[in-house]
């Protein structure tokens, strides 16, 4: 949808006090792994190198570039495909996650919802923002020892396990996360892991000349450090929306439809 306004996103930075090592390691498909192949051009390869209805190098990747200086290590295919179904596993006795709303930039930002789900049992879900947030917004959360994300959008819901999304067939068969490693390679399954995470929040058939999506809608980083384990699983959300914030993105999007 075009928008006649501009909506300025949230980018979520979380820090993630684990308690042991190996705290919020990825769990992928076969074959996946985090690429250091690809530049960042709009060829779709990798696949969140697409077009944007923002404008010109508005994808995630280019956010990537911008805030790191170069396009960080990204989880996926070797050919720049996409992993269908990745969550994240910590120890049973795990820290608390501090979260801290920074941009969003999407036409369902005051609709929209982002947080985490119980990879064992999905019907648990739990907010981290809502559409009331603005930046910076602290949250603390604890997540269960398998867990992944997702966002609800006032239509539909994606997962990071995307065959539970709903909306179209080929949503059911598409990443909406695009998830990037922040940390070196050495502390990596360590307790010290560090990614940032671009959303799509559209429907693919919605999506235009983004094809799959730019992957820019929510963005946030999370991160985790050592920490003393514990904290208390939060009541389930049932419904509430993304933060709204200015920071460094500031990108602007027109709404899509």
């Known amino acids: 949808m075009k928008m006649s306004r501009y909506a300025v996103a949230a980018v979520a930075v979380l820090g ?37 209805m923002d404008g010109n190098n508005k994808n995630i990747g280019y956010y ?15 050919d720049g495909g996409f992993d269908k179904s990745f969550y994240f596993t910590r120890g049973a006795s795990e820290g608390d996650v501090n979260g801290l709303l920074k941009i ?8 929209n919802e982002v947080g985490w789900y119980n990879v064992d049992n999905p019907a648990e879900r739990y907010a981290i923002w809502s559409g009331s947030d603005s930046a910076p917004t602290a949250k603390t959360f604890n997540p269960s020892e398998n867990w992944g994300l997702y966002i609800t ?42 990614y940032l995470v671009g ?26 450090t050592p920490g003393d384990g514990g ?11 993304l933060g709204l914030g200015t920071a460094a993105l500031l990108m602007r999007r027109r709404a899509k439809r």
Request: proline share 4%; net charge negative; hydrophobic share 35%.
């Open 64 to 78: 990537v570039q911008s805030e790191f200086g170069s396009l960080q290590p990204w989880w996926g295919k070797s």
């Open 153 to 194: 959008t006032p239509h539909d819901t994606f997962y990071t396990q995307s065959g539970m999304n709903t909306g179209d067939r080929d949503d059911r068969k598409t990443q909406h996360f695009a998830l990037f490693r922040l940390s070196d390679a050495a502390d990596y399954g360590n307790g010290a892991e560090k």
């Open 199 to 224: 959303v799509e929040d559209l429907r693919l058939c919605n999506a235009g000349i983004e094809k799959i999506g730019d992957y820019n809608d929510f963005v946030f980083t999370i991160e985790s």
């Open 231 to 241: 904290g208390n699983i939060p009541e389930p959300a049932s419904m509430g929306v």
């Open 104 to 111: 969003e930039i999407a036409g369902y930002a005051p609709f």
């Open 16 to 52: 993630v006090a684990a308690g042991f090592a190996h705290a919020d390691i990825v769990v992928g498909s076969s074959g996946m792994d985090f690429r250091t192949t690809g530049s960042i051009n709009e060829n779709g390869k990798p696949y969140f190198d697409q077009k944007s």
